[in-house]
């Protein structure tokens, strides 16, 4: 049995292993819901899935309802090929390894109001729901990634442009209070509910639909008035320097094609359909952002410290890569921040955890043209199919597939080719393999490691679930409290993160 909460990936999971093991594979009608979905959790369909041309660019139509709430329309997410193929090439720059590695002071600086809320927290021996406290961290590193001014800004008077230029804080600040973009983010996804745009009796839930719509303006307003700020600027300082912000790469990918070369000679105000495609593709990455990065800080977390041994060794690879000084780990981040690639183990450890505990899963919309193989040989046809979903959770943890599924062990990413825990081919999908793979992957990388090097040798995390439970009635009252054993097992808010948002205990570590 499933706890009522866990995440719908789980039943899907559940039913492969009981039913399917050997198959990789099987249909299932969702009526009234939604149609008939094909799912995967075999590597070797996934594989044909993603280098089939047919299919592997295809997004299912179930998916812009699904995210309609999130970003308010068509978005490079659920785009088709012909219109994402642009957008792709354009926001890739934003995360481009070079640029990634000149963020690493920011994530720092982020980071460090983060350990001073964990230090609050410890200092009040208080428990808290870890991934809470974390949303508004990572909300904060994507919203510099997307709002970053990195050169003066032509300040702007009533009277029209002075001639002084002033530096504008494009700071979300979220750890420290209320925003009104990472505030109605966050509430969106509270509010967000997986089969809402699917489910015809969800129509009958006035409130969430009100609180969606309230939100969803709000956030709308907010981006639009940061997109009127920037396109004045880059018209009145058009030969000054460009950032790679995704506010800037939007607006860059619009004034010379849509205007002509000189912005002087461009229109007082942008295009109003411009501007609502801009609005939603900043939405996104808001939520694609800081959603999934802040529930995988709390899976590492949780499993590093359920793990002493790994805990020991990742944390001796910081000592001997970045110095044993957490007082001068700051500024030796922010002047050599290349040292982040030096983290072999940190990366391995990042990458089990995301095999154990991955975010979400993969769709693909079912083509006329493509039947694919199952592993006991069977031609599945995909042309009546609503979605080709592979599920991630199932994949990463098949005993088929892996030994040891269900074990933390990050030398898997270490060992060589030959070796009994290599990894087959395609049966990590963290983030997604192919041409639609997650376009922000480095970026994420760069961001935890960043994390975990200013945080496991400070802290001592323990999770508090006992005390949590024992506090709530209604977990008290519940037949079925964890998922294979599991109680951190995952729900759906979004992406996929912890149950309860990990309650637990942080103390500051003493050092021998």
Not at 87 to 107: C, G, N, Q, T, Y
Not at 387 to 414: I, N
């Amino acid at each position: 049995m499933l706890p009522p909460n866990a995440h719908y990936q789980n039943a899907l999971g559940d039913i492969a292993r009981e039913h399917f093991q050997h198959e990789g594979c099987y249909y299932i009608d969702m009526w009234p819901v939604s149609g008939i979905l094909f799912i995967i959790v075999s590597p070797h369909i996934a594989n044909q899935v993603h280098a089939h041309p047919d299919i592997s660019m295809q997004r299912p139509q179930l998916l812009p309802r699904f995210f309609k709430p999130i970003a308010g329309g068509p978005n490079m997410f659920d785009m088709r090929e012909h219109d994402w193929k642009p957008w792709r090439a354009i926001f890739s720059k934003a995360f481009s390894a070079e640029h990634v590695v000149s963020l690493i002071p920011d994530m720092v600086d982020e980071t460090i109001v983060y350990s001073e809320t964990l230090k609050n927290f410890a200092e009040r021996k208080e428990m808290f729901q870890l991934d809470l406290t974390t949303l508004r961290f990572t909300i904060d590193v994507i919203g510099k990634t997307i709002l970053y001014v990195d050169n003066p800004a032509v300040h702007f008077s009533p009277q029209g442009r002075t001639a002084n230029h002033v530096k504008r804080n494009a700071h979300l600040g979220a750890q420290k209070g209320y925003n009104v973009l990472a505030d109605c983010m966050l509430s969106q996804i509270r509010w967000h509910q997986a089969n809402a745009e699917t489910n015809p009796f969800e129509y009958l839930n006035l409130v969430r639909k009100t609180v969606h719509w309230w939100n969803g303006r709000q956030m709308d307003r907010y981006i639009s008035d940061e997109l009127s700020k920037r396109y004045k600027e880059y018209k009145a300082d058009h030969e000054g320097k460009r950032t790679k912000a995704i506010v800037d790469l939007v607006l860059q990918s619009y004034i010379p094609e849509q205007l002509g070369l000189d912005p002087k000679n461009s229109e007082d105000d942008l295009d109003p359909s411009f501007r609502a495609f801009a609005v939603n593709q900043i939405r996104l990455f808001v939520f694609v952002g800081h959603d999934s990065t802040s529930s995988t800080i709390c899976y590492i977390l949780y499993l590093l410290y359920s793990n002493p041994e790994t805990l020991s060794l990742i944390r001796q690879e910081h000592d001997d890569v970045l110095g044993t000084s957490l007082t001068e780990l700051p500024a030796i981040l922010k002047s050599q921040p290349f040292l982040i690639n030096d983290l072999s183990y940190t990366t391995a450890v990042i990458k089990e955890a995301l095999r154990l505990f991955p975010p979400g899963g993969c769709s693909r919309a079912g083509q006329s043209t493509v039947a694919l193989l199952s592993d006991s040989g069977q031609k599945c046809p995909t042309g009546d199919v609503e979605a080709v979903f592979t599920v991630h959770t199932e994949l990463q943890r098949s005993p088929v597939y892996w030994p040891r599924p269900d074990a933390f062990l990050p030398e898997r990413w270490l060992v060589k080719p030959g070796h009994e825990l290599y990894p087959i081919k395609g049966a990590y999908r963290a983030f997604e393999i192919g041409p639609r793979n997650c376009v922000a992957q480095g970026f994420v990388m760069t961001e935890l490691k960043v994390v975990l090097a200013c945080l496991v040798r400070q802290f001592d995390f323990s999770p508090a679930y006992e005390e949590f439970d024992s506090l709530n009635h209604q977990k008290r009252r519940a037949k079925v409290a964890t998922y294979r054993g599991e109680r951190a097992y995952q729900i759906e808010e979004g992406a996929a993160h912890p149950a309860d948002h990990y309650p637990c205990r942080v103390s500051i570590r003493k050092r021998g």
